[in-house]
């Protein structure tokens, strides 16, 4: 093996160029991860722009959030003008990435059957709401797959299932069309030819419940949602402290019971002999945790929270959305980077979760504003804007 260090300034997927159509959270999640890790994706946008841009309320981040390190093209693909030119863009492409609803690109002539002629190697991702079968032309979000998928009610108390408070689905969909991605480029290299990958909500959704899936086929009981679940733990719960602040605490060996108690100066509870197991303290569950939650709920959270990491003990604040824009660890390690915003301001944000050669993948542009970069895709290829 070469003991020659990696080049890191190169990055993987440079030289591949991707071309994406597609809106709201799925298909650019597939896109961005793409262009984070080098690869030139194009964002074909309709003359308005992609919609996601104006969106308020909970889609208002959408765009920010999912659409880096892409340069955007206005095309109009109805037009003969407008279809000539994306042809034209995909001879010189390694990938097509979709998300419309499904027949739309078939209708249009840039369907995988009719492209994979023109394009034998061309990579073509469809994200969608189901694989092929009977569901496949049902109209899904990501709401709707988490109700069918079992996601929503082993979220919820009983009777009232719960979506996920993120698009849970939408994100997988990307991710998994992206590794899709890359494993038909190492299939390209050995064979010479592209293929079709397909993503898709509702099967995402069913392999996030899979885990309670086997657990039903091995016990023959149907698992009650996590509110309801029964632990295998005695200690592993959110608890009340002063000033109503919320922590979650774990302790999930007798080991960890013991160091406990000695945080919280309960050698009562350490040396009653019916508490020394696990098993029994789950006898006892709910007036144990009522008995710790009267102690608790005088402990200031921060003197607390630093007594349980120095002690080694699992435990968690309750942190919203806001709050991680100053954590101190994604800023320290560098999760948490500027991005100029395509109205020429800039914001904070997030990195891929993962590091390569000790580097996280970096924001490299601007975030594109509509068509900025049509005249300068096309005019490489001698096509006039």
């Known amino acids: 093996m070469s003991n020659t260090i990696a080049n890191t300034a190169v990055l993987p997927l440079e030289g591949i160029r991707v071309i994406e159509f597609s809106h709201m959270v799925m298909g650019p999640t597939c896109g961005m991860i793409l262009a984070d890790l080098g690869a030139e994706v194009i964002k074909i946008e309709p003359p308005s722009g992609d919609k996601t841009r104006q969106m308020t309320g909970l889609g208002m981040g959408f765009f920010r959030t999912y659409n880096r390190n892409k340069k955007s093209v206005v095309l109009d693909i109805k037009s003969s003008e407008g279809k000539a030119s994306l042809l034209a863009l995909l001879a010189e492409s390694d990938v097509m990435i979709e998300n419309f609803r499904p027949g739309l690109m078939d209708s249009l002539g840039l369907g995988y059957q009719a492209l994979s002629q023109q394009f034998p190697e061309l990579i073509y991702v469809s994200h969608k709401g189901f694989l092929p079968g009977p569901y496949e032309n049902r109209l899904a979000l990501d709401e709707v797959v988490q109700m069918m998928g079992g996601l929503a009610y082993m979220t919820g108390p009983e009777g009232r299932p719960l979506r996920a408070g993120a698009s849970v689905n939408d994100i997988m969909g990307g991710m998994f069309g992206a590794i899709g991605v890359l494993a038909a480029l190492m299939q390209r290299g050995k064979t010479g030819s592209g293929q079709e990958i397909q993503s898709a909500l509702f099967e995402n959704c069913v392999f996030l419940s899979a885990s309670h899936m086997q657990q039903v086929a091995m016990s023959g009981e149907v698992p009650p949602p996590m509110p ?21 605490i774990g302790a999930v060996s007798d080991k960890q019971w013991k160091i406990l108690c000695n945080v919280l100066d309960r050698q009562d509870l350490l040396d009653d002999p019916t508490l020394q197991k696990n098993e029994q303290r789950l006898k006892v569950r709910d007036g144990l945790l009522r008995t710790l939650g009267e102690t608790l709920k005088h402990h200031d959270i921060d003197e607390l929270s630093a007594k349980l990491d120095a002690a080694g003990l699992p435990y968690a604040p309750i942190t919203r959305p806001d709050e991680l824009l100053q954590d101190e660890h994604l800023k320290a390690s560098g999760g948490l980077v500027p991005m100029q915003t395509d109205d020429g301001g800039t914001t904070d944000v ?24 049509t005249e300068e895709v096309l005019g490489k290829l001698n096509i006039t804007a």
């Open 228 to 248: 309801s679940r029964v632990s295998p733990w005695t200690i592993y719960d959110v608890f009340t402290l002063d000033n109503d602040e919320q922590l979650f």
């Open 350 to 373: 997030v990195l891929l979760p993962l590091m390569m050669g000790g580097k996280r993948p970096q924001v490299r542009h601007p975030l594109p504003k509509v068509g900025e970069h």
